[in-house]
């Protein structure tokens, strides 16, 4: 039989629990509760919130007492990152269900991000419907909105209460009912791609598939970036095809799709081969047209589509974005690549497009080469675009070498 661990604060919303503890239960499974609230629950936990607490090190009866709320989120936070993993790896449960409003959602969905890939995760929350990438973040959470607050019952939350809990329980129990995945016995590689480098990444895929490897490419659109270095961290990739970095361009001129300052850092951390390259540095990325900054406003900008404006990058602008792939590059502790297209570094960056550059192009290269002063990076310059094939294929190829030499 199957169980469900379900979190959240059984203090201020224990009928609620309570309730979807019997309809988890009306389906057969068993169920795992942990109490992630300050005080007293309204019913008896599985886990209780001075074990969460104490996983990470507090005291929550001391820090109720002071009634410091703050407090208590951070230590009940800290606390089930450090305990549910531990749970799951003891085999206590087989997916995890909580719901919560902005307070509850902070106070699990760390925990769903310390568990591996493919655990069932469904957060129910009023946060929902907007911005969730502080609670994603790279993993694989479900996020289902609640429509109503998650206070009380009522006719539409317990429609969404039942319908977490069928959701949960699809996940868990009829797994066993899907045929198992043949494991792929193919190394994986790691690849980064944004539209107009994907003639250049496709064809380095199809080069590596051909010989043996499985690709998974990620769409620099900043969460993929982040996506990427955490799988990269947790061991998963043989080698990595970074060619396209234009991450850097928004986490350095300001635009709407950054990675963060720790991208292009995972590969060097864990010693994993790669092949890097400079592919989209031409375009910061913003919204829609009329959300572009005003003091950009007479800059060289593209409508890429309704909802995306790019913005060609300038010289000094290419010069910080080098400086800082610079930076990141020189940390590397084992042989590594650079190259350099020189005849453009995406599709809208060669004669005749509209973001044609030569002069931010020589920037953006002599000073990464002036910059990287760590032998163990070798620059290689290839007279032809980012997207021939001749560029593709030796990026490729430079990386099975890479990979078999290590």
Not at 96 to 108: A, D, K, P, Q
Not at 112 to 127: E, Q, Y
Not at 300 to 329: D, F, G, Q
């Amino acid at each position: 039989m199957k169980t469900i661990a379900i979190a959240g604060t059984f203090d201020t919303k224990g009928a609620e629990f309570l309730y979807v503890k019997g309809l988890a239960e009306a389906l057969g499974l068993n169920t795992l509760m942990i109490h992630t609230g300050i005080f007293e629950p309204d019913f008896a936990a599985d886990v209780s919130n001075e074990e969460v607490a104490a996983a990470a090190g507090y005291d929550i009866k001391k820090i109720a007492e002071r009634r410091d709320r703050a407090m208590a989120t951070e230590a009940l936070a800290n606390g089930m990152r450090v305990i549910v993993p531990k749970l799951y790896k003891e085999g206590r449960f087989d997916g995890i269900l909580s719901f919560g409003g902005s307070g509850g959602t902070s106070l699990v969905t760390p925990a769903m991000r310390a568990l591996p890939i493919g655990v069932p995760k469904l957060m129910v929350s009023t946060m929902a419907s907007g911005n969730v990438a502080q609670y994603v973040g790279t993993s694989d959470i479900v996020m289902m909105p609640s429509i109503v607050d998650v206070a009380g019952l009522n006719k539409i939350s317990r429609t969404i209460f039942r319908n977490a809990i069928l959701a949960i329980a699809g996940m868990v129990g009829l797994a066993d009912q899907l045929p198992e995945e043949q494991e792929d016995p193919r190394p994986l590689i790691a690849a980064t791609m944004f539209g107009v480098t994907t003639p250049c990444v496709d064809r380095a895929k199809a080069y590596l598939e051909a010989r043996g490897y499985e690709v998974l490419v990620f769409h620099c659109t900043g969460t993929g970036g982040k996506t990427m270095e955490a799988l990269i961290e947790a061991g998963f990739f043989k080698g990595v095809l970074d060619l396209t970095t234009t991450e850097w361009c928004d986490e350095v001129v300001g635009g709407v799709l950054s990675a963060g300052p720790t991208r292009c850092e995972a590969a060097i951390k864990t010693g994993t081969p790669q092949v890097v390259s400079v592919g989209a540095l031409d375009m910061v990325n913003f919204g829609p047209f009329d959300t572009v900054p005003d003091q950009y406003s007479s800059r060289n900008l593209y409508k890429h589509n309704p909802t995306v404006t790019l913005m060609r990058t300038s010289v000094s602008e290419n010069v910080r974005i080098a400086e800082k792939l610079a930076e990141k590059w020189n940390n590397a502790e084992r042989k590594m690549m650079l190259m350099l297209p020189i005849k453009g570094v995406s599709m809208i960056d060669a004669e005749g497009q509209p973001f044609y550059g030569p002069a931010e192009d020589a920037a953006l290269f002599e000073t990464l080469k002036k910059g990287i002063t760590n032998p163990d990076v070798e620059i290689v310059d290839m007279d032809c675009h980012i997207n021939d094939a001749e560029f593709a294929e030796e990026a490729a190829a430079r990386l099975i070498s890479l990979i078999e030499n290590r």
